[in-house]
């Protein structure tokens, strides 16, 4: 059985940095495709930051461009997000997602995502 169990989360002031960690169970290969969303109450689902974890390609939103890393570690079935100069638009709850579909980094959408982590809370005070 598949499972995605992110940790990291936690609360800072504005300009801090969380680095948040997304390690994968139960699988044998790397999912073509994996990512983080955010979401907060009464909102959809955005995409923050996708990679494409065979090419390297990686596509992220325009709010957190600049300010966000992702990256990934075969070896370790892990998926990272490098979060600094953090805002208080940032606060929600952030999920990792992965899917073994193909994966166009800039179009994939929550929907294509059959895996989901249960969430970690990121707060950001201002």
């Known amino acids: 059985q598949v499972q995605l169990v992110e940790s990291g989360g936690g609360s800072v002031q504005a300009g801090g940095s969380l680095r948040l960690s997304c390690v994968v169970f139960?699988?044998?290969?790397?999912?073509?495709?994996m990512g983080w969303f955010r979401q907060t109450p009464g909102k959809e689902r955005d995409r923050v930051a996708t990679i494409w974890t065979a090419g390297g390609s990686i596509y992220y939103s325009d709010s957190v461009k600049g300010r966000f890393t992702i990256s990934h570690d075969n070896a370790k079935k892990a998926l990272y997000l490098q979060m600094n100069s953090l805002k208080p638009e940032d606060t929600a709850m952030y999920y990792c997602?992965?899917?073994?579909?193909?994966?166009?980094?800039?179009?994939?959408?929550?929907?294509?995502?059959?895996?989901w982590g249960q969430g970690t809370q990121v707060t950001v005070s201002s």
């Open positions: 997602a992965a899917t073994y579909k193909s994966c166009d980094v800039m179009k994939i959408t929550a929907t294509t995502f059959g895996y």
């Open positions: 139960g699988i044998t290969y790397t999912p073509n495709c």
